[in-house]
């Protein structure tokens, strides 16, 4: 399916979507069910392919997370991780606290979103760690599905995060929230 896009001159408006009406577009077939996208203050973002790079991380990831299960969190891969009525992203991994119902999973009570990002990485390390800061996301993690290291994002504040930090693919990641949790890309792979 080829999906057109267009992109607003500066200064135009634009009619911002809805959650719902995005949903409802979906359900009646304005936008197909198999269409990647995000909505990102109520504009919808088109989303790169995945390629091979990265579904091969996210299965050794995900195959990690499971082995390594950690009682009192759950992980939830690639869910519409709804952030406000007129925003939602998919990141590839979510960690939050089991005392959290799924429906009620928001910015300030996810405790680490993972990204895998290949043809995404400028996106996945530029404008995206803004929005889960600006959401109050505690900690993210951007793993470079080329060269597997992977940027720590951390200390969210309304316009990004304080702290970044580079690791390689030897380092031992651990997320401060989630104690109990240590993987190393290396291993993985």
Same mark, same amino acid.
């Given at each position: 399916?080829? !999906?057109h896009v267009t992109q607003a001159?500066?200064?135009l408006p634009r009619r911002p979507f809805s959650i719902a009406d995005v949903e409802r577009m979906v359900e009646i077939g304005v936008i197909g069910r198999d269409e990647r996208f995000e909505l990102i203050g109520g504009e919808i973002v088109p989303m790169s392919p995945k390629g091979i790079r990265h579904e091969r991380l996210k299965e050794l990831v995900n195959v990690w997370l499971v082995q390594h299960y950690v009682p009192g /969190? =759950? !992980?939830?891969p690639e869910t519409t991780f709804r952030l406000s009525d007129d925003t939602y992203l998919e990141p590839d991994f979510i960690v939050y606290g089991t005392d959290t119902d *799924?429906?009620? *999973? =928001? +910015?300030?009570?996810c405790l680490l979103a993972i990204e895998i990002a290949d043809s995404s990485l400028? /996106? #996945? *390390? +530029? =404008?995206? $760690?803004q929005i889960f800061a600006a959401f109050g996301v505690r900690e993210l993690w951007v793993i470079d599905a080329r060269t597997l290291q992977t940027h720590i994002? =951390? #200390? $969210? @504040? $309304?316009? +990004?995060?304080r702290t970044v930090l580079q690791r390689s693919p030897?380092?031992?990641? @651990?997320? *401060?929230?989630v104690p109990?949790?240590?993987l190393v890309i290396a291993d993985t792979a």
């Open positions: 399916m080829t !999906v001159a500066e200064g /969190y =759950r !992980v939830i *799924l429906a009620e *999973l =928001r +910015g300030d009570n400028a /996106y #996945d *390390l +530029g =404008r995206k $760690p994002h =951390r #200390d $969210p @504040t $309304p316009t +990004g995060y030897e380092d031992r990641l @651990t997320a *401060l929230a109990g949790h240590a």
